[in-house]
């Protein structure tokens, strides 16, 4: 049987650049305006989480405070959205 080739390549994911929370842990039924917002507006960033325990992380972006970032960042989200687009990953090794 021959392999599928792939057509498109993967978004190489860089936790570190995804480290900015953007909401409190919940449901994802609770997150979901976020999600949508984000989705409108082009933003990159990622939903990880299982159960009713879900989060929003942004893309960090220039001229973000040290402050909000925060060093304990999804390392294999569930959802990744670059640009408001739903895509395929990788990890970055």
Do not use: H
Not at 22 to 39: P, R
Not at 50 to 73: A, H, L, N, Q
Request: glycine share 4%.
């Amino acid at each position: 049987m021959a392999k599928k080739k792939e057509t498109e390549e993967k978004f190489v994911y860089d936790a570190k650049k995804f480290c900015v929370p953007v909401t409190k842990i919940g449901s994802l039924e609770s997150i979901q305006f976020v999600i949508d917002d984000f989705i409108e507006k082009d933003v990159s960033f990622c939903v990880d989480g299982s159960d009713e325990r879900w989060e929003v992380w942004r893309m960090e972006e220039e001229g973000d405070s040290d402050k909000i970032k925060k060093k304990d960042y999804p390392r294999k989200p569930k959802f990744l959205y670059i640009n408001g687009q739903k895509v395929d990953y990788v990890l970055k090794k």
